[in-house]
């Protein structure tokens, strides 16, 4: 089992940065593979990034790419979100999700994901 809590959600302003984490409990964060995800009000739930469990694989959704950074610390069992260049569009809760497998799956599918965090809101004014 994995429990997961996010913190960092907070107002910006456009072009401004955050730094979401993710703090895991439970023994097998290490072999869990882990991704972010965003729903907006009104919207689907969509993957924005991806890390294996060592970290060396990783993936973002098209809107995000060059500006956020998916990152792990398997020692402080957390996983992170840089967001930089934050627009507007980026506004919604954040959630972060694991899973133990990765293969034969699609990083992004919502429904692929065992545990969820409680979300953390980020709201970007323009």
């Known amino acids: 089992q994995v429990q997961l809590v996010e913190s960092g959600g907070e107002s910006v302003q456009a072009g401004g940065s955050l730094r979401l984490s993710c703090a895991a409990s439970g023994r097998t964060f290490s072999n869990t593979y882990m991704s972010w995800f965003r729903q907006a009000p009104g919207k689907e739930r969509e993957g924005v990034a991806y890390?294996?469990?060592?970290?060396?694989?990783?993936y973002y959704s098209d809107s995000v790419k060059g500006r956020f950074t998916i990152s792990r610390d398997n020692a402080k069992n957390t996983l992170y979100l840089q967001m930089n260049s934050l627009k507007a569009e980026d506004t919604a809760m954040y959630y972060c999700a694991g899973r133990l497998s990765s293969s034969g799956v699609t990083w992004y599918d919502v429904f692929t994901y065992k545990y969820w965090g409680q979300g953390t809101q980020v709201t970007v004014s323009s």
């Open positions: 890390i294996s469990t060592a970290g060396t694989i990783r």
